[in-house]
């Protein structure tokens, strides 16, 4: 069984943690996965910074441009990604981020270099299904999960497409808009989760807007797993290398909050 | 008497190929091969350029539109009443008109401008505009966004949601609010929302993250009038078809007048939809070359905003292009004179062209479109746009190189009235 689907299969929901890598700088990375990690959290994202990230919101565009300020590459990327494997060897780890930083040296490339650093999956933002030709052969090829999403206009005739050559899991993005910024209303998202989980194989999480352990609780009764990154984001913007602990701290609280969603509710 | 027109004395064009890489993973879609006309293909492609490269959230959007596009393309109710408006409001067909006396002064090619600077509003843009807002009028859209950097396509935007009573908010980067002021007040005159992007350098790069980002938030109610030939499918085609009234008319025009077909067609280019509109209607006469100008700004190996000289392809707003990037990927800053010409990206149709070689494009300095802009006040009479002063820099070197009775068509694309406070201050001049 995949690191992926293992942190799926543990009986109850997963918290799926997202932070920008190289915020504040390539070096301080590691010592915020590991919080990540320590605070409980099953699946870890780390985002690929980009000048133009234009599906995020303010508090996950300012820290694409405190990475890149801090001079992070993709080689830095994947050198955070290899020591985390090292260090973690059962934890999954997801590369999220856009298509031209992936795609700049060829998907081969960029699928062997996940491959080479024991990245399980990837998302990438803009690609859709349609474009799937840019980047899905390649990961598929070297065995790398790609994660797409799904969104509140993703409708039932569409949802097909979505799935076709997804793994690992599903990222349901619970609103229609950027990333950190309103929540969308529980009734909407349980019935969104019910539809697409009617139709998918794999794991669905949902993400975008998610802040506290309540919010994530109420989605993890119904979600597979459940994903939070401008909340931590905003740790790393206020605590800069010292942000390892209070990330560890919240994610701990999320942890807890998701991990026992479903306990006495069956 | 019409004399007839001596053989062109221009280099043939290149054997058509089929652009690289187009059969990688099973990818073919290469147009017909007697035709430059025929793409995007049905998934939007270019050869390996443009495409659909947003977030899931657009995605069912963006089909919507391409169908709804496709059938008013076909309706003729849709065009009459662009027609219409484009006669009445716009004030086409914008004149052709023959340059003598910069003719005289560069002793070559004869120059003639297509005078799209005489439309309603200044520039080119406003053709664009017309087209796309009764587009999001027939989809039931209520309110329209849209990105600017020279303000031109603000403008233009602002304009027709008041002639149609729409609300409308326009993106612009801060850099471009502050030199491009007349700009900013138009559209506020009109009943626009502007709002001043601070992200990046301020330009018209981050107007376009930021418009995106609005669009994603308000996909229900909201239409995005892109102001240039880029971003996803159908954009690029959809504004190509509403600017190739620039070429139409002008192929006409020119006919009727010499009895003949230009020899080179020139014009500006940021994102290229000027150009595109000019040269789309004739890219099947082999006899037209056509040259393409983008900006060097202060020179090709300093800051500059030419992605085809100084770029690779790569994938930024919704299409695949030619890009000014680092060897990560990451974007960087372009530079201009012109707030227009000032963004690291082109239409992906203009990738295609260059890369099969139909069309040749070059770059122009900040000082030799300023020296133009310059020359074309004095000899005619006429303020062009700093745009626009990009392509009469290129005809400037080009006319002395080709005989007399040679033709060279330059798009004049938008008057320099917008222009005047930044030239001055380049010139050392305190208004």
């Known amino acids: ?266 | 008497m019409q004399h007839l027109p001596p053989a062109p004395k221009v280099r043939a064009l290149q054997i058509w190929t089929f652009p690289r890489g187009s059969a990688k993973r099973g990818r073919m879609n290469a147009p017909t091969p007697n035709s430059f006309r025929t793409l995007p293909d049905e998934r939007g492609h270019f050869g390996q350029f443009g495409g659909r490269y947003v977030a899931e959230t657009l995605m069912p959007l963006i089909l919507d539109l391409e169908a709804e596009y496709r059938k008013a393309k076909a309706d003729p109710a849709f065009q009459a009443e662009f027609d219409d408006l484009l006669e009445h409001y716009v004030g086409r067909p914008s004149p052709l008109y023959f340059a003598p006396r910069i003719t005289e002064e560069l002793g070559g090619a004869q120059i003639w401008f297509k005078r799209d600077e005489l439309n309603h509003t200044g520039a080119h843009k406003i053709n664009n505009c017309v087209g796309q807002i009764l587009l999001a009028m027939r989809m039931g859209k209520t309110r329209i966004i849209a990105e600017t950097g020279a303000g031109q396509h603000g403008v233009a935007t602002a304009t027709v949601c008041a002639r149609f009573g729409l609300p409308c908010v326009i993106f612009m980067g801060a850099t471009d609010v502050a030199r491009q002021a007349p700009n900013v007040f138009r559209m506020k005159l009109l009943g626009a929302e502007v709002v001043p992007v601070t992200a990046g350098a301020g330009t018209l790069k981050d107007a376009m993250n930021e418009a995106l980002r609005d669009w994603v938030a308000n996909v229900h109610n909201t239409f995005y009038i892109i102001g240039t030939a880029a971003g996803p499918h159908p954009y690029p085609e959809m504004v190509r078809d509403f600017q190739s009234v620039i070429g139409k008319e002008a192929r006409v025009q020119m006919m009727e007048r010499t009895g003949r077909l230009p020899d080179v067609l020139v014009a500006a280019i940021g994102g290229g939809s000027n150009a595109i509109g000019l040269f789309h209607p004739f890219l099947d006469d082999p006899s037209v070359k056509m040259l393409g100008v983008e900006a060097a700004g202060h020179g090709l190996d300093k800051e500059h905003a030419a992605s085809l000289a100084g770029g690779r392809p790569g994938i930024l707003h919704g299409n695949k292009t030619y890009l000014l990037q680092d060897e990560d990927g990451q974007i960087t800053e372009g530079h201009s004179i012109s707030a227009g010409l000032d963004y690291p990206g082109i239409g992906p149709e203009h990738s295609w062209l260059k890369e099969i070689g139909r069309v040749d494009y070059t770059s122009v300095t900040d000082k030799e479109a300023l020296n133009a802009f310059q020359l074309l006040c004095r000899t005619e009479g006429i303020i062009p746009a700093l745009e626009p002063a990009h392509a009469i820099a290129a005809v400037q070197k080009l006319a002395p190189t080709m005989d007399k009775d040679q033709i060279i068509l330059a798009n004049l694309c938008g008057r320099g009235d917008k222009d005047i406070f930044s030239v001055a201050e380049h010139l050392g001049v305190s208004l």
């Open chain 1, 1 to 266: 069984m995949s690191r992926l689907a293992q942190a799926f299969a543990k009986g109850r929901p997963a918290l799926v943690t997202f932070v920008t890598g190289g915020d504040p700088t390539p070096d301080a990375t590691a010592s915020i996965l590991d919080a990540l990690v320590e605070g409980g959290a099953d699946v870890i994202e780390l985002g690929m910074p980009f000048t133009d990230p234009m599906a995020d919101g303010p508090a996950i565009q300012l820290a694409n441009l405190r990475s890149l300020g801090a001079g992070t590459t993709t080689a830095a990327i994947f050198r955070i990604a290899a020591e985390f494997r090292a260090r973690h060897p059962e934890v999954p780890l997801v590369l999220m981020g856009y298509a031209n930083p992936m795609t700049i040296r060829g998907a081969d490339w960029f699928a062997t270099e996940c491959v080479k650093a024991g990245v399980d999956g990837v998302i990438c933002v803009d690609i859709p299904p349609e474009e799937d030709p840019e980047l899905g052969p390649a990961l598929r090829d070297a065995g790398v999960s790609l994660i797409r999403l799904a969104t509140p206009t993703t409708d039932h005739a569409r949802l097909p497409a979505v799935l076709d050559g997804s793994s690992g899991f599903l990222y349901y993005v619970s609103v229609a808009g950027i990333t950190g910024m309103q929540q969308a209303a529980q009734a909407s998202i349980d019935e969104a989760v019910a539809r697409i989980k009617a139709s998918a194989t794999i794991p669905v999480a949902v993400g975008f807007g998610v802040r506290t352990p309540d919010q994530a609780a109420a989605i993890a009764r119904v979600a597979d797993g459940v994903v939070v990154g401008s909340a931590l984001v905003d740790l790393v913007a206020k605590h800069g290398t010292d942000a390892a602990g209070p990330v560890k701290e919240l994610t701990a609280a999320l942890a807890a909050a998701v991990h026992s969603a479903r306990k006495g509710a069956f």
